[in-house]
């Protein structure tokens, strides 16, 4: 555009200056004769007419040239602002991308922390719960081996046998016992081989109600109330048959 203007305004300043030109030496030839030539004279008024129209064609051509390059820097200025308007709306897309991401791993990151929290918790609950059933179970057999200890008779053979032989039954219990071994819990028949407190024969039978048969009065006082009890329906009833038969 710049350079069709610059030829309007060379032409139209030609012809504004041939058309001053004319006027100038029409005007001279009027004052040196005093009679200006009738060609001459018409030639002065052609340019002199001419004149606006020069006037007018470069004022026109000028706007035209004006509008143009207005119209050029709208479009430029509105395809900058495109431009801009596009770098923006990117970078505040890549921004919420990133925000979006960062927000993703920080949940994950939440949810995990959570994951792990929540199995921290459930071993220290196992745990707990093993620690507790163990010494639960501690004091069980605490308590067991007390109550054991508290049940097992100790003293002397008649003692024991205090203890366990039923108190309408101990009399019968006790004349059986003092004829069969004395009270000896290692007293041996020596013609039938009958062993301990209640004269077992064999001695081993005793070991259903222990392994320390041979030994232990208590083991022996149990074996003679049951095989009482058992054979017989009681001591007393025992010591009637021993009184009639001496043996039982």
Known sequence: MPAPSLRVRKSTAAAVAAAAGLVIAGTFAVDSSGA????????????????PDALV???????????????????????????????KDAAAKAAAQQAAARKAAAAQQAAEQKQAAARAASARAAAEHQAAEKQAEH????????????????????????QLVPADQLA???????????????AVNAGSGAYGLGQALPGDKMASMGSDWRTNPVTQIKWALDYMDSRYGSPNAAWSFWQAHNWY
Do not use: C, V, Y
């Open 36 to 51: 200006a030539d009738a060609a001459t004279a018409t030639s002065a008024s052609a340019a002199t007419t001419a004149q």
């Open 57 to 87: 064609q470069f004022q026109q051509m000028s706007a035209s040239a004006s509008a143009s390059a207005s119209a050029k820097a709208a479009a430029d200025a509105s395809q900058i602002t495109a431009q801009l308007n596009a770098t």
């Open 139 to 162: 004091r069980a057999a605490a308590r067991k081996a007390a109550a054991e200890k508290a049940a097992t008779p100790s003293g002397s053979p008649r003692q024991i046998a205090a």
């Open 172 to 186: 019968s219990f006790s004349e059986i016992i003092s004829h069969e071994s004395g009270w000896n819990p290692e």
